[in-house]
């Protein structure tokens, strides 16, 4: 008899830490879906002002946003480019090498995904 109520107490766990997590992980993708656009939008300005902080700060939120497209990435490389092209002072910034490389791999990932090998 025991042994049934830990069965069942088990279940009950799970179950709710399965809702749980369903409940947490649908509330992301809604608040993420919410958020891209206007940290596109962000991005976009603190290039155009020559902003480091923000461009680090909403280039990091809207790539690892789980809406960033392959088409905005590809944007993104173009616009950090000719922002470094323009401000050769910007292209020395740790920060903005590490928002780099955070694409680099983004790139490199979504590519390696789509190799058909074999």
Do not use: C
């Not at 179950?15 to 891209?36: A, P």
């Not at 480091?52 to 990091?60: E, L, Q, W």
């Not at 939120?61 to 993104?76: D, G, Q, R, S």
């Amino acid at each position: 008899m025991e042994g049934d109520i830990v069965i069942l107490l088990t279940f009950i766990i799970l179950i709710g830490i399965y809702i749980t997590f369903l409940f947490w992980s649908n509330n992301r993708k809604k608040n993420h879906l919410m958020t891209i656009e206007s940290d596109w939008k962000n991005l976009k300005k603190a290039i155009e002002n020559n902003h480091v902080d923000g461009i680090v700060k909403f280039g990091t939120a809207v790539i690892w946003n789980e809406h960033f497209t392959m088409v905005k990435l590809k944007e993104m490389k173009k616009l950090i480019n000719v922002l470094e092209k323009q401000n050769p002072e910007i292209k020395k910034s740790k920060k903005l090498e590490n928002l780099k490389l955070l694409i680099f791999n983004k790139s490199l990932d979504w590519n390696t995904k789509h190799l058909n090998i074999g």
